[in-house]
Structure formats: structure tokens, C-alpha cells
């Protein structure tokens, strides 16, 4: 009997666990069911939006009871995550507020809480599609106009922190001006007062509020055709015109109006009072940016008008197209794909906008959001997808491009540069080259003509040197690349009265036999300590002709390929390193790179890159040869940028690094000393997976970490200065040439080189801001010039 009834406890047991189980099954199912209908309501489909809503709430209010929790997370995530459906979420949730007005509260305070963290955690992005959700919830009677007024003034009390940084306040202003689209025309009819006082106290601020950092975000230093406005300046200029059209715009859909018998019955909620959190120095706002414009309604003959440059439409339909591209830029084709699908591609002309949003994209300052092949990637497949419209519309952007180049900032020469080589190199680099052949008159050193001799560069690495002759015309002969091949000079003509040409003949025999880098040594070990004096800089310090030798005849045996090159350099690193032990050496092995490959842009890059990361040759020397009179004849060439720029990367990136490693070690070493103090059953609750002895770092560990990050700070900020320092000592040099002659100081030269400082400023700002306290007390002082000063006063306005 007991046997039986153990049994039977068992077969319970069994059939409970199993019950169970498909509960939490069936559950499961219902609750990807309803995420799905949540996530996919309002897609196109055969029947309307407003039915889809209707069928959605009837199946959301009958579960509410069993999954409240999760459908509150999913609608808040959606008001995040999906901002271009905002209005149908809102009026969903009218809906469900109309029948259960509990549910409508708990979402509210749910709402609230996602702003408020998104605040607190410096999600900017996050917070502003939370404000701009709540404000559309009083079109659909969830929240009181009143209350939400008290959350705008609150926020833009902000503007008022003046001893706070500007990007703060600009954020807070800029929040509730692109929030005012969503609900302006319902504050408008219910509280027209108390939102022109809104209005006001915003003009006021943005009337006193810094523009230095203006042109520094510029795109082109001209104004004609098309104003380059900063983007507050920008935007409250299409809320003035929405402000006077009685704030009726015709870009947002709103199904809420039809629902609209119902949800004014709906009894409203009231926000909390929310108190912005206050500033922290740890907190990074996002920087300002000047509004990007390439075409206007004369530019689109067919078809729609383009909205106004002032219209609130045009900023609504760049927000979206930006927000497609934030979405789906890690897979081209469906970013492609989405940008054509763009809602509303009837009413505009969608291919002018698509071209004129990548191009605002690719040209962002101070750097663009994403890799330039990027947005070059999506150009292509449009191109493919819309064969008929959009090549034709892309290559009228590449003209007006080119027509204002002359303007153009630097960085975005560069990108432009980029983004057009790629692309020809897409379509059998086939361009009408003779509709550019005026700049062809112009002096070499003019952007026009330096564009083309720098695509054509960049077209070379994609391609091959014959390729490239042959698919220009011939009047382009002095701007096609010469043949990129090594001048190893102890092969020349008159090697035989070069010092050195012996023991470079027996080194190439040598080398050729595998023989050892100890081998290698021994040779060179013939060539005296003195007597050669080839570099300026040889003291005595180091054998430049020793260094001279090697290098040239390691890399000339090595010019096959990249591969034989980085096989050389490793194989006899060692021989390397023992003759760069100073910076002058160093600059010694550089000169010789240069020497012997001086017509191979792409081989000086990659040898450099190769030569810093085995560390042969230091950042700070890498500087100092970009600046040493030997380059001046290169030095307005964009891959002599990209050297510089490669070299301060791989020093901030050896920072972050030892920030990172420092940062979790004494983490550990925290969490491991706080767990060392309390008792076993306390750890137990505390932490599920202990940290152990061996993970815990020593406190001498952590000293020499704290050393090391010290040390590569310090080498950093070397690197800054020998850099600006000397951007200071060229520019400074040629402002008092050309006064003392009495000539413009305003050349080709000079435009080049006060953008490339202004470039370095920009790319590095992250890093460089750290030094800016410095680079004012040492550098960039009062009594500086002050077109100079100008460039880091913008820089430091950036932040400010």
C-alpha cells in the first residue's frame, strides 16, 4: 500500500514538473506572438493601420492581466527604438488608455522612468524619442497639455545654467524645438499663451547664446548658393515658419485623428515633475553640427517640389532618412532597399534627398558616424536598385561637388577624394573627364586640378598604373601618377661614386643566400662610423649611411610586393631596431623609405604603418619627419596626412587600451579586497561567481600599470605638441614672409596647411581635449597670430 501510494506522489510529481513546464512554454509562445503584432503594426499590409490597431488593442486588452509587464516593456522599447512609427504607438496606447486607465497611468510612469534614465545614462538619442513620445501622448488624450508644458519649461530652465558647458544647454533647447512638430498645433489650440512663452524663452537664449565653433563644422566657407546654418539657428527657423503656418505640417502621419470620438473621451494623466539630472563632468553631450545642403527646388526640375530649406518638413524627412541609415548601415543592400521605401516618396523628390542626407553623413564634422565605404557601399547598391534616376541625380551631385570645391574643408576634400575613387572604381572607372578639363589652367597646388591628382592616387591602389593612363584623356598627362616603382640608387647610373655601393652589392648577395640578421651585421660593420655626412642631422649619434645602405637594399629586394616587404622587415627586425636606437635615426630610416619609394603613395603608408607597429620607429619620430624640410615638396599630398593621422591613431589607441586594462584591474583588485572582508554565507548572497586569488591583480601590478599609462600620457601629449608646434612654426613662417614682401598671404599653401591643422583638431578632438589647458599655456597663447589662434579657439568651442 505505501509502495503504491509512493509511487502515485511520484507520477504527481512527474505530471506537475510537466504542466509546468508547457505553462511556461505556452507563455512563452504568447508572448513572442504579441511582440511580434507590437513590433509589425502599422507595416504595410492589405488592410489599414487604423483597422490594424483596432485588432491589436482587442488582443493587448485581453491579456493584460497575464503579460501587463511585458507589454509595458515592449510599447516603451518601441517608442526608443522605432521613432518613425512614434504616432502609432501613441495612439495604440490611446487606445488601451480609453478602456483601461490603470494600464494607460502605468505606462506613463513607465515612459517617465525610460526618459529619466536615458537622462542620468547620457542617452541623448534615447531621451529625446522618449520627450517627443510623451508629447504626441497628449494628441491622443493620454497626458494633460498642462503637464507636459511644465516638462518643456523645466527642461529649457536648463539654458539658464550659464556656468554650465553650452552643449548642455544647446541639448536641452534642441530637445524640446524638435519635439514642438509632434504637438505644437494641439498646445497651439488649448494653450497658445503659455507656449508663445515657451517660444520666447528660447529666442532668448539662442540670441545670446556662442557660434565660435560655426565655422569649424563648416563644409564650405561660402554661403553661395546655399547658407551653411548652424543647426539651432537652422531649426528654430522652420519652427518660426511652422509657428506661422498654425503649426499645420503635412509629413507626419497621425492615425490617432481618426480614432479621435474615443480618445477624447479617455480621462488624462498628469507627468510627474521631472527635474533634468544635474551636470556632471563625466557626462558627454553631443556636439553641435551645421545643417548639410546640396540641392534646392531649382535643382529638381521633375517631378515634387523639395521642401524649403526652412520648412519643418525638410527637417522631418532628414531625421527619418538619417534615422534609416542609424538602423541598417551594417547590411548596404536593406539600407538601400529601406531608403527607397521611404514612406512618403511620392510627395518629394526622394532621390535628391536620399543623395543630399549620405552626403550630409559622409560629410559630417568634426568625423562622420561611420567608415566612408560605408555610405560609398549604399551609394552603389541605389544606384543598382534605382538604375533609371539615381546615377543620373549622383553624378549632379558629384558636379556641384567639384564646382565648389575651391571652399570645400578639408577633411571633407579628403572624403570626397575617398568616396569618388571608390565609386569609379565600381563603375569600370568611367567618368566624362572632359567636362573638367578647365582646371587643367589652374595652378597644380588649386583644389580642382589636386583633386583629380589625388583620385587619381587613390584610383592607382584600386587599380593598376596602365589602367589608369589608359582611361585618361591626354591632355590630363601631368596629373596622372608617375609609374610607382622603387629608385634604388646604388643600382643607378652613378652608384659606382655613391659611399656604400660596394657593401650594398655584397648585402644584396647575402640577403638573397637567407643569410642571418647576425650576418647582416657583420657586413655592414664594413662601413666606417664616419666620413658620410648624407643627412643634415648625422652627428655622429647614430651612422646614417650605415642606416642608408640597409634600408634602401632590404626594401628595394623586398619591392615585389607588400607581403615581401613585411617578410623582410620582420626576418631582420632585429638589425632594425639596433640601428634605430634615436629619434634621429629613426627619421634617418624614414628619409630613406621615402628616397627609394617616393612614387608609391600606398608603399610609404603601409611600410610606416608596419615600421610603428613593431615599434622600430617611435609616433613622435614619425611627426617630426612630416615636418622636416626633406617632405616639403610633399607635404599638401593627402597620403602624407594619412601617415600622420595613422600615427597619432595608433598612439591614442595604445592609451584607451592601457586606460581600459588599468581600469579593470583595479576593479578586481576593489571587488577582490571587498569580498576578502566579508564572511562566506555574505559572499555567497553577494555574487555568484567569486573572484579568485589568481585573478586577483597585485597592488605592484597595478603600480606598474599606473606607470606604464603615465609614461604613454606623457608620450601623447609629446606628440601633440611636436605636431602643433610645428603647424604653428610653418604658419607663422609664412604670415611674416607675406608681410614683409608685402604679398597675400591667402595661397593654395596656406589654405592647405591651416586645414590640416584644423583636421588634426578635429579627428583627435577626443584626445586632444585633454591637452587643451596645455596647448593654451604653451602653444596657443594671446600674442599668437591670429588666424592661428582662431583654429583652437573653434576647437575649444566645441565643448564649451
Keep these: 500500500m505505501s509502495r503504491r501510494r509512493a509511487h502515485d506522489t511520484e507520477d504527481e510529481s512527474y505530471d506537475h514538473r510537466r504542466n509546468k513546464r508547457r505553462r511556461v512554454s505556452e507563455n512563452q509562445e504568447i508572448e513572442d506572438r504579441l511582440e511580434s503584432l507590437i513590433l509589425r503594426v502599422g507595416e504595410r499590409s492589405t488592410s489599414s493601420v487604423e483597422s490594424n490597431l483596432e485588432g491589436l488593442v482587442s488582443v493587448l486588452e485581453a491579456d493584460l492581466g497575464t503579460f501587463r509587464l511585458k507589454i509595458l516593456r515592449i510599447l516603451s522599447d518601441c517608442a526608443v527604438r522605432m521613432p518613425e512609427k512614434c504616432t502609432v504607438y501613441t495612439t495604440l496606447v490611446g487606445l488601451l488608455n480609453a478602456k483601461n486607465y490603470k494600464f494607460g497611468g502605468e505606462f506613463v510612469d513607465h515612459m517617465v522612468k525610460t526618459f529619466k534614465e536615458s537622462l542620468k545614462f547620457c542617452r541623448w538619442d534615447a531621451a529625446r524619442y522618449s520627450l517627443r513620445f510623451l508629447a504626441d501622448l497628449v494628441n491622443c488624450h493620454v497626458i494633460s497639455a498642462t503637464s507636459l508644458l511644465q516638462l518643456l519649461d523645466t527642461m529649457i530652465d536648463v539654458s539658464n545654467e550659464d556656468t554650465n558647458p553650452q552643449v548642455r544647454r544647446d541639448w536641452f533647447v534642441f530637445a524640446v524645438l524638435a519635439t514642438l512638430p509632434w504637438v505644437g498645433r494641439d498646445l497651439y489650440e488649448k494653450k497658445e499663451s503659455a507656449l508663445e512663452s515657451l517660444l520666447l524663452r528660447i529666442e532668448v537664449y539662442l540670441n545670446k547664446r556662442s557660434k565660435k565653433h560655426h565655422n569649424a563644422l563648416r563644409v564650405w566657407s561660402s554661403d553661395a548658393p546655399h547658407p551653411q546654418e548652424e543647426y539651432l539657428d537652422c531649426l528654430w527657423a522652420q519652427i518660426r515658419k511652422l509657428r506661422q503656418d498654425n503649426w499645420a505640417e503635412k509629413h507626419i502621419p497621425r492615425p490617432y485623428l481618426v480614432f479621435d470620438s474615443i480618445l477624447c473621451e479617455a480621462l488624462q494623466h498628469n507627468l510627474p515633475q521631472i527635474t533634468p539630472p544635474p551636470h556632471n563632468d563625466n557626462f558627454v553631450y553631443p556636439m553641435p553640427w551645421v545643417v548639410y545642403r546640396m540641392f534646392d527646388y531649382t535643382d529638381c526640375p521633375d517631378g515634387p517640389n523639395l521642401p524649403g530649406a526652412h520648412s519643418i518638413e525638410r527637417f522631418l524627412i532628414e531625421e527619418h532618412l538619417h534615422h ?110 572632359d567636362e573638367w578639363d578647365s582646371c587643367l589652367l589652374l595652378d597644380c597646388e588649386h583644389p580642382r586640378p589636386k583633386f583629380i591628382q589625388e583620385v587619381l592616387q587613390k584610383c592607382l591602389r584600386l587599380s593598376y598604373h596602365q589602367r589608369i593612363t589608359e582611361m585618361m584623356p591626354t591632355t590630363y598627362g601631368k596629373l596622372i601618377p608617375v609609374t610607382p616603382v622603387p629608385n634604388y640608387k646604388y643600382a643607378n647610373e652613378d652608384a659606382a661614386n655613391l659611399p656604400g655601393t660596394a657593401v650594398a652589392h655584397q648585402l644584396v648577395v647575402a640577403i638573397r643566400q637567407k643569410c642571418t640578421p647576425e650576418e647582416v651585421v657583420n657586413i655592414l660593420k664594413e662601413i666606417p662610423n664616419s666620413g658620410y655626412s648624407g643627412e643634415e642631422m648625422s652627428d655622429g649619434s647614430f651612422n646614417a649611411l650605415k642606416i642608408d645602405v640597409f634600408v634602401q637594399t632590404l ?73 622636416s624640410k626633406e617632405m616639403t615638396s610633399e607635404f599638401t599630398k593627402m597620403y602624407l596626412w594619412e601617415i600622420l593621422h595613422l600615427t597619432v591613431k595608433k598612439m591614442n589607441k595604445h592609451v584607451i587600451k592601457l586606460n581600459t586594462e588599468l581600469a579593470d584591474a583595479k576593479d578586481k583588485l576593489s571587488k577582490a579586497d571587498s569580498s576578502s572582508s566579508d564572511t562566506d554565507e555574505d559572499s555567497s548572497h553577494k555574487r555568484k561567481k567569486p573572484i579568485t586569488h589568481s585573478d586577483k591583480p597585485s597592488e605592484e601590478l597595478v603600480e606598474r600599470m599606473e606607470e606604464k599609462l603615465e609614461a604613454a600620457n606623457v608620450n601623447q601629449k609629446r606628440l601633440f605638441l611636436i605636431v602643433f608646434q610645428r603647424f604653428i612654426m610653418i604658419l607663422s613662417e609664412h604670415l611674416l614672409r607675406s608681410d614683409t614682401d608685402g604679398l597675400d598671404p591667402d595661397t593654395d599653401w596656406y589654405r592647405w596647411t591651416i586645414g590640416r591643422l584644423q583636421q588634426v583638431f578635429l579627428m583627435h578632438h577626443e584626445q586632444v581635449q585633454k591637452y587643451s589647458s596645455t596647448l593654451e599655456t604653451l602653444l596657443f597663447t594671446s600674442d599668437l597670430d591670429s588666424h592661428i589662434l582662431e583654429v583652437f579657439q573653434q576647437f575649444v568651442a566645441l565643448r564649451a
Design 324 to 433: 534609416i541609415i542609424e538602423t541598417h548601415h551594417h547590411e548596404r543592400k536593406d539600407c538601400a532597399a529601406q531608403l527607397l521605401n521611404f514612406p512618403f516618396k511620392h510627395k518629394i523628390p526622394l532621390e535628391y534627398c536620399i543623395v543630399e542626407v549620405i552626403f550630409a553623413e559622409l560629410f559630417h564634422m568634426p568625423t562622420p558616424r561611420y567608415l566612408d565605404i560605408c555610405y560609398g557601399s549604399i551609394l552603389i547598391e541605389l544606384c543598382k536598385l534605382q538604375p533609371g534616376t539615381l546615377p543620373q541625380v549622383l553624378a549632379q551631385a558629384t558636379e556641384i561637388l567639384f564646382m565648389r570645391i575651391d571652399s570645400m574643408n578639408t577633411s571633407c576634400f579628403d572624403r570626397f577624394v575617398n568616396w569618388f575613387s571608390y565609386h569609379l572604381s565600381n563603375f569600370k572607372f568611367t567618368w566624362s573627364w
Design 555 to 627: 626594401l628595394n629586394l623586398g619591392s615585389k610586393s607588400f607581403s615581401h616587404s613585411f617578410a623582410a622587415i620582420s626576418k631582420f627586425h632585429v638589425v632594425f631596431r639596433a640601428l634605430a636606437e634615436t629619434e634621429e635615426a629613426q627619421i634617418c630610416i624614414l628619409h630613406n623609405i621615402f628616397e627609394l619609394w617616393s612614387t608609391h603613395q600606398q608603399m610609404m603608408v603601409v611600410l610606416i604603418d608596419k615600421l610603428l607597429k613593431l615599434q622600430i620607429v617611435d609616433c613622435s619620430a614619425v611627426a617630426t619627419w612630416i615636418f
